[in-house]
């Protein structure tokens, strides 16, 4: 069983840096891609970043590439989205995702995790 927790998120204000992370257990291969969405209220869930397990390759949404990093500790079974000079519409909930067959479509992926809420003020 795949499991995917996220955690670090938080109220920020706008211009700050916050770091979110996700434990990730049960993989039975190397070969899963990872990925961070959000969804805002009213909005779709909307791909964020993505890291391959293994190799570490990374691909970014145009809107948040420049702001925010994706990495991995494959030792760790960790990742983490670190987001600098956040702003008032990075407000969201952010969700960890991981699949065998993925890119950056939400029904690409196969599994969640529960949602850690990013709020920036202005």
């Known amino acids: 069983q795949v499991q995917l927790v996220e955690s670090g998120g938080g109220l920020v204000q706008a211009g700050g840096s916050l770091r979110l992370s996700c434990a990730a257990s049960?993989?039975?291969?190397?070969?899963?891609?990872m990925a961070w969405f959000r969804q805002a209220p009213g909005k779709e869930r909307d791909f964020v970043a993505g890291?391959?397990?293994?190799?570490?390759?990374?691909n970014y949404a145009d809107s948040v590439e420049g702001r925010f990093t994706i990495s991995r500790d494959y030792a760790k079974n960790t990742m983490w989205l670190d987001i600098r000079s956040l702003r008032p519409e990075d407000t969201a909930l952010y969700f960890c995702?991981?699949?065998?067959?993925?890119?950056?479509?939400?029904?690409?992926?196969?599994?969640w995790g529960q949602g850690t809420q990013v709020t920036v003020s202005s």
């Open positions: 890291i391959r397990w293994s190799g570490g390759n990374t």
């Open positions: 995702a991981a699949g065998t067959d993925s890119w950056m479509y939400s029904r690409e992926y196969d599994y």
């Open positions: 049960g993989f039975t291969s190397g070969d899963y891609h």
